[in-house]
């Protein structure tokens, strides 16, 4: 009896340490965030546009409406889109940018100072891409082409959220960077269509429409997470800013290459996934000449 007793005292009093631990840790990040993002006025407009890119796949359910199952010869070509677009918007608003500002320092520098952020930019390509690795490994997810992922649902949309991510970290970078170029409205749009494919996985799996609905707009909602990761980054990268806008590339790049252009090319559909890939790589360039 008395050491149930002393047992419920423990309990109680590391509970209340947990509480306290949390509220002053929560206390503490939201008044570094307060502060950051009132000392930098773009940083609050990466962290808008993460979430206006992340809500686009709640768009992407109204089809649901009038079409409940994607074809089979339409998942290539829209997967094939979103690959397009997420290839040219980490090339156009993000790459490139890193590359261009390498070259703008090097002018101002010296040659073994230029050599001395040119490597660790181009490094920052690998560790962005490895990182995504190291995370899809050790993140308990399942992927809805798996035969057992109609048991797993939460995996499946664990799965979806993670790919998510690296989008609002380039999103929100890249607008507090000052690099957007139409990333912004470009992942946007390539939200619209995979809402649509993961709603139309999920009800295919036995999800009622409006689960379904709500899964897709919820995974597209992590992208802010890794929106306020993004402009953290941008804004205090300062000379760095080259090797972060690598890294952030490298981790999309990671997704178009693990994720998207495998599944648009399965079940013989390649031709028609590879139209999808080259008019989002199109579309992606129309939208950064607009926005340039």
């Known amino acids: 009896m008395k050491k149930n007793l002393l047992n419920e005292h423990f309990s109680l009093k590391s509970g209340l340490c947990l509480i306290f631990i949390g509220v002053f840790c929560f206390y503490f990040v939201a008044t570094f965030c307060v502060d950051f993002l009132q000392n930098n006025p773009k940083a609050l407009n990466g962290l808008i546009a993460s979430l206006i890119a992340g809500s686009a ?9 009038f079409c409940r199952k994607i074809s089979d010869k339409n998942m290539p070509f829209l997967l ?35 050599v001395l952020i040119a490597i660790p930019t181009s490094l920052a390509l690998i560790f962005g891409a490895f990182f995504m690795q190291i995370l899809d490994k050790i993140t308990p997810h399942e992927h809805v082409e798996h035969k057992h992922a109609e048991k797993n649902l939460m995996l499946v949309v664990a799965a979806i959220a993670l790919h998510n991510v690296p989008e609002g970290l380039a999103v929100g970078m890249s607008v507090t960077s000052g690099f957007d170029k139409g990333m912004t409205v470009g992942i946007a749009i390539q939200n619209i269509p995979e809402g649509w494919i993961v709603a139309s996985a999920l009800l295919a799996m036995g999800v009622s429409v409006w689960k379904s609905a709500f899964l897709a707009l919820l995974s597209g909602l992590v992208e802010p997470v890794g929106g306020v990761i993004g402009v953290i980054l941008g804004g205090m990268a300062g000379t760095a800013l080259p090797v972060v806008l690598s890294a952030a590339a490298g981790a999309m790049l990671w997704v178009v290459s693990h994720e998207l252009i495998p599944t648009s090319h399965k079940q013989g559909f390649e031709t028609i996934g590879t139209v999808g890939f080259m008019l989002g790589i199109s579309l992606m360039t129309l939208l950064t000449v607009g926005f340039n």
């Open 80 to 114: 094939g889109i979103a690959g397009g677009m997420m290839l040219a918007a980490s090339l156009f608003s993000l790459l490139v940018p890193a590359v261009e500002s390498v070259t703008e320092l090097a002018k101002n520098n010296s040659f073994f100072d230029s």
């Open 57 to 65: 796949t709640g768009l992407g359910t109204i089809p649901l409406l």
